[in-house]
C-alpha cells in the first residue's frame, strides 16, 4: 500500500470514529430527553390529578385527600440538596409506604405499569417507567437546598 494511500485509509478511519462519536453523544442526549419527555407524558396521566400540572401538590383532587399531596418540586431541597431518586422510586413502586397517608391513598404505579408491559418483559417496563418519571421528576426541582 502506498503512503499516500495508508494516509487517505487513517484519515477515513478517523472521520468515521468521530461521526461514531458525535451519532453516540446525539443518541444519548436524544435518549435523556426522551426520558424526559415520556416522564412528563405518564406523571400528567398518573400524578397530576393530586399533584397539580407543576407538581406543587395543587391537582384538582387535592383537597379530597386526608393529607394534601406533597410539593413535588420540593424533593432536593427537603433531600439537604439531593435529589432522593432512590426514595422516590420506592414511593412510585410501592416498596416504601409514605408517613401520613391513608393506606392506599397514594396510589402505587409499580402494579399499574407492570400490566403496560404485559406484551414485553413486564418488570422492565415498569421499571423504565418509573425511570422516566424519576427523570421527570428530577427536572421539576426548584429554588437552592
Not at 484519515?11 to 451519532?23: E, H, I, K, N
Not at 419527555?37 to 407538581?55: D, I, K, N, P, Q
Not at 417496563?125 to 427523570?135: K, R, S, T, Y
Amino acid at each position: 500500500m502506498s503512503e499516500s494511500r495508508a494516509v487517505g485509509a487513517l484519515a477515513c478511519a478517523v472521520v468515521a470514529w468521530m461521526a461514531g462519536s458525535a451519532t453516540l453523544a446525539v443518541s444519548v442526549e436524544d435518549q435523556r430527553m426522551g426520558a424526559l419527555t415520556r416522564g412528563a407524558l405518564l406523571y400528567r396521566a398518573h400524578c397530576s390529578v393530586c399533584h397539580g400540572v407543576e407538581g406543587r401538590g395543587d391537582g384538582r383532587l387535592a383537597g379530597e385527600l386526608q393529607k394534601p399531596p406533597s410539593d413535588l418540586t420540593r424533593l432536593r431541597r427537603e433531600g439537604d440538596g439531593e435529589f432522593p431518586a432512590d426514595r422516590v422510586r420506592r414511593l412510585i413502586d410501592g416498596r416504601q409506604e409514605l408517613a401520613g397517608h391513608a393506606p392506599g391513598e397514594m396510589p402505587v404505579w409499580g402494579l399499574t405499569f407492570l400490566e403496560h408491559g404485559r406484551t414485553d418483559d413486564q418488570g422492565g417496563a415498569a421499571e423504565a417507567m418509573i425511570d422516566d418519571l424519576v427523570v421527570y421528576l428530577r427536572s421539576i426541582q426548584t429554588g437552592e437546598r
